[in-house]
């Protein structure tokens, strides 16, 4: 069964988070993650990741959402928060988990409160502009569509390659698991473009032989 993420999952609710309109939302989410980013040391993390927690608590995102979004990172923070509090001590640690784990709730409060449509309208009307230099808007939001639908399908893909593994008792071997999960996601991705072009999709780019 295919393991549900919180990317592309639209919670209804008339909270004020819910009713900005999503091309500014975008706008600030964009905006917002640049600062964060751009912040240095352990204090201002820290309160960058109170303030995406506020939000969320303002937006009555669920908490299973959330945590849906950082279950799957958990293991590499702690990778990356242990190794960093090694080499450079606890203030470079708490600044790159309080970066992280903002980063992963603001964005998982954006896709709560913001239906996949109006995000696609949304990039397309961004683009606009930039039609004139031969970017298409609505191929860049249909890639868009694409990338968010794929994402849980590579979880389930990780996942089944994983039990497989396990099942066969090699789940310490990369073999085993990075070569059969590589060659499922590919054949993913060819098929997905074998329906695109069936349906006529991406055609117009085909030069004339």
């Not at 999503?22 to 600030?28: D, F, V």
């Not at 039609?131 to 990780?158: D, W």
């Not at 059969?180 to 055609?203: F, N, S």
């Amino acid at each position: 069964m295919r393991r549900s993420l919180p990317l592309g999952t639209y919670q209804p609710g008339t909270t004020i988070w819910h009713r900005v309109p999503a091309g500014p939302k975008l706008g600030s989410l964009l905006a917002f993650s640049i600062v964060v980013v751009a912040i240095r040391g352990p204090w201002p993390a820290t309160a960058a990741l109170g303030v995406s927690l506020a939000v969320t608590a303002g937006a009555r995102v669920p908490v299973s959402t959330v945590w849906r979004g950082l279950r799957p990172l958990l293991l590499v923070v702690a990778i990356l928060a242990g190794f960093q509090l090694w080499q450079r001590g606890w203030p470079v640690a708490v600044e790159v988990v309080s970066t992280t784990v903002c980063l992963v709730i603001a964005a998982t409060t954006f896709t709560a409160t913001t239906p996949m449509d109006a995000l696609l309208d949304a990039i397309v009307r961004g683009l606009r502009p930039l039609r004139r230099l031969g970017v298409n808007p609505e191929k860049v939001a249909l890639a868009f569509s694409l990338m968010i639908g794929a994402i849980p399908a590579i979880f389930e893909i990780f996942h089944d390659t994983r039990e497989a593994a396990k099942a066969r008792g090699l789940e310490r071997s990369p073999r085993a698991n990075l070569s059969p999960m590589a060659i499922r996601v590919v054949a993913q991705a060819l098929a997905t473009g074998e329906a695109l072009h069936a349906r006529g999709i991406g055609d117009d780019d085909v030069p004339a032989r």
